[in-house]
């Protein structure tokens, strides 16, 4: 219920979409650039049509592509070289990354692997503290008779 003198709207959350301070709808945010969203999709058309060209080049008979007027590309071999040496590079990179990390590693034999350069330091010898300096810090020294 509402407090006496208010309304009811006076007594809403602000969050709430009957409030007067409620912002509902969001109000537009400032203008950015947009300048990233024309540079992606002009990316994502030219790799499209670059890949169009590709697969063109690759399957059309070297006939039609005279035919049209275009006389000069690339030996037909490249169709088969370009993807397969992507996918050799991509595996020597993956399979460089795990040698690496293999070399980095130490063998099972040496002292590295259950040690390192902070082991030389020490810590105190742990105990329990008693029970008695425990209740004091935790309870005080009141005692209940």
Do not use: H
Not at 76 to 98: D, G, Q
Request: aromatic share 14%.
């Amino acid at each position: 219920m509402a407090e006496k003198g208010k309304s009811r709207r006076d007594s809403l959350d602000a969050t709430s979409p009957l409030s007067p301070l409620a912002s509902y709808p969001v109000g537009a945010a400032e203008e950015k650039s947009r300048a990233r969203e024309m540079y992606g999709f002009a990316a994502w058309v030219t790799t499209y049509l670059a890949f169009i060209v590709y697969v063109i080049w690759g399957v059309v008979p070297p006939e039609w592509l005279d035919a049209v007027g275009i006389t000069w590309y690339p030996s037909r071999e490249w169709t088969i070289l370009v993807p397969a040496w992507t996918v050799v590079t991509v595996l020597l990179t993956y399979f460089s990354y795990f040698a690496l990390a293999l070399y980095g590693t130490p063998k099972f034999s040496d002292l590295a692997t259950i040690t390192d350069t902070r082991g030389t330091r020490y810590e105190e010898e742990m105990g329990d503290i008693p029970l008695s300096i425990v209740n004091t810090i935790l309870f005080g020294n009141t005692r209940q008779s």
